[in-house]
C-alpha cells in the first residue's frame, strides 16, 4: 500500500541526494527542517532542500 508524504529533498552539486532524503506526514514540519538547513550560521555551510509531496511504499519511515 502506498502513502501521500512530503518529502524533503536535498540538492547537492545539482542532483539529488535520496539516500538523505527525509519524510513527513506534516507539511509544515518540512518547511520548518528546510528553513533551518537552508539558514547561514557560524561555522555552518548552508545546503539547498526542498519539500516535495511524494508517493512511498507503506514501510517507508515517515517524521511526526
Known amino acids: 500500500m502506498m502513502k501521500l508524504v512530503v518529502a524533503l529533498l ?3 552539486d545539482g542532483q539529488i541526494d535520496h539516500e538523505k532524503t527525509m519524510y513527513f506526514k506534516n507539511l509544515n514540519a518540512c518547511r520548518y527542517y528546510a528553513q533551518n538547513y ?15 509531496l511524494a ?8 517524521i511526526r
Open 38 to 52: 537552508n539558514r547561514e550560521r557560524s561555522y555552518y555551510e548552508p545546503t539547498k532542500c526542498v519539500c516535495k
Open 10 to 12: 536535498f540538492i547537492f
Open 55 to 62: 508517493w512511498v511504499d507503506g514501510k517507508t519511515r515517515v
